[in-house]
C-alpha cells in the first residue's frame, strides 16, 4: 500500500464541541444570571458582578459563536474565567458546602470542551484549587467527622475525570480513524477523489492569490481489463497499488497523488507548469513500463498513459482543467498509449 504523501490538515471538524460549548453559554445566560440576582439579593455584590460579567461575555461568546473557526483556544477563553467565578463562589462565605456539587462539572466541562490532554491539565487545575478552597473553608482535619463527605467530593470529581478521559480518548481515536477513511482511497491509500479536489481547491486559491504554476496530470492504466481477465480481479487490486506505489514515490512532498476512480488516477503537481509537468509525465510512465509488477511469481506487464492540463492556461476551476487533462489522456490512448499528451 502506497502511503498518503500528505499531510491530513488539522482541521477542527467538532461540531460536538460546538454544540457543548453552544449549551454552556445558554445555561450561563440563564442560570449564571439567576445566581446573579440572587447574590445580589443576599448582599454578595462581588460575586454578583462577577457572575454578570461572565453572563455578558457568555452572551457576546453566542453571538459570534458560529463564525468561530478554532473552537477550542475560544473554549479556553471562556471556560477558564467559568471555572474562576465558580471557584469565587466556592470560596464565598455565604455558600455553605452544596455548593461544591458544582465541582463536579469541572472535568466533563474541560473534556468535552478541550480534549483530553489539555481538559486533564485544566480540570487537575481547578480540581485542586476547588479541594484546598473546601479543605481552608470548613477547616478539614484528619480524623474529624466531616472528613469522609468532602473524601465523596474529591473521589467522585476524580472518577468523573478518569471516565471523561478514557471517553474522550477513544472518541479522538474513532474521529481520526473516520476522517482518514474519508480522504483516503482503502485499495491505494492515496487520496480519494474527494480529498483531492480538496487540494486542487487549495492550491487554485494559491493560484489566484501568488500565481503560483499547478498541473494537473490524469493517468489511466492501459488496457488494464486485460489484467483483470488473465491474472484475475486480485492481481488486478496489487497492480493498481503498484502504480500507485510509483505515483506517490516519485513525486515532491508539496505534490499530491489520489485514484481518482477505477484505474484512474490524478496528480496535481504544486509550482510546476506545463513545461516542467511534461518531464515527471514521461518519467512515470517509463518507470512504469520499465519496473516488473510481480503477482504470485508472475510478472505483469503494465503501463500508463497520461494528460496534462495546466491550472489557468486550460481553465480556472477542477471540471475545466480534469476536462482539458482527460482529452488529452484519451488522445495518448488514441495515439497508442504508453505515453504523455500535453
Ligand atoms: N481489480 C480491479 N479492477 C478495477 C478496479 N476498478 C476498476 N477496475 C477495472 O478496470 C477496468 C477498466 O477497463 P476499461 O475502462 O475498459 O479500460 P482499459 O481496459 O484500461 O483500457 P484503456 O483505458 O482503453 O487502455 C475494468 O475492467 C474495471 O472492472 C479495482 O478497484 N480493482
Given at each position: 500500500m502506497a502511503d498518503p504523501q500528505y499531510s491530513f490538515r488539522s482541521r477542527e471538524v467538532s461540531p460536538h464541541q460546538r454544540a457543548v460549548l453552544r449549551a454552556l453559554l445558554w445555561f450561563t445566560c440563564s442560570a449564571v444570571l439567576c445566581f446573579a440576582a440572587l447574590h445580589f439579593y443576599v448582599g454578595d455584590i462581588w460575586l454578583a458582578v462577577a457572575e454578570l460579567c461572565l453572563v455578558a461575555y457568555a452572551a457576546l461568546l453566542l453571538y459570534v459563536l458560529q463564525e468561530i473557526e478554532r473552537l477550542r483556544p475560544r473554549s479556553l477563553l471562556f471556560i477558564v474565567p467559568f471555572f474562576i467565578v465558580m471557584m469565587y463562589a466556592l470560596a464565598s462565605p455565604e455558600n455553605g458546602a452544596t455548593v461544591f456539587v458544582w465541582v463536579l462539572l469541572v472535568p466533563l466541562l474541560s473534556h468535552l470542551l478541550l480534549g483530553r490532554w489539555q481538559g486533564m491539565v485544566v480540570a487537575m487545575v481547578f480540581m485542586g484549587c476547588a479541594g484546598v478552597i473546601l479543605a481552608r473553608k470548613f477547616e478539614v482535619t484528619p480524623g474529624m467527622p466531616g472528613l469522609i463527605e468532602v473524601v465523596h467530593v474529591i473521589l467522585c470529581a476524580i472518577a468523573i475525570a478518569g471516565f471523561s478521559h478514557v471517553y474522550e480518548a477513544s472518541r479522538e481515536r474513532t474521529e481520526a480513524e473516520l476522517r482518514r477513511l474519508a480522504l483516503?482511497?482503502?485499495?491505494?491509500?492515496l487520496a480519494n477523489r474527494s480529498r483531492f479536489r480538496d487540494v486542487f481547491a487549495q492550491e487554485r486559491q494559491r493560484f489566484l492569490r501568488h500565481k503560483t504554476p499547478v498541473s494537473l496530470l490524469v493517468v489511466d492504466v492501459d488496457h488494464f481489463k486485460r489484467v483483470n481477465d488473465d491474472y484475475g480481479h486480485d492481481a488486478g487490486d496489487v497492480a493498481l497499488c503498484f502504480v500507485a506505489d510509483i505515483l506517490a514515490g516519485r513525486i515532491r512532498k508539496t505534490d499530491v497523488a489520489g485514484r481518482l476512480g477505477g484505474e484512474e488516477f490524478g496528480i496535481l503537481l504544486s509550482g510546476a507548469d506545463i513545461d516542467y509537468a511534461r518531464p515527471v509525465a514521461n518519467m512515470l510512465c517509463e518507470r512504469v513500463r520499465l519496473r516488473a509488477c510481480r503477482y504470485r511469481g508472475q510478472e505483469i506487464a503494465l503501463s500508463i498513459s497520461i494528460g496534462i492540463a495546466e491550472l489557468g492556461r486550460d481553465g480556472l476551476d477542477f471540471r475545466s482543467v480534469f476536462a482539458n487533462a482527460d482529452r488529452r489522456l484519451y488522445k495518448a490512448k488514441a495515439e497508442g498509449r504508453d505515453r504523455v499528451v500535453g
Open positions: 483516503v482511497d482503502p485499495l491505494t491509500g
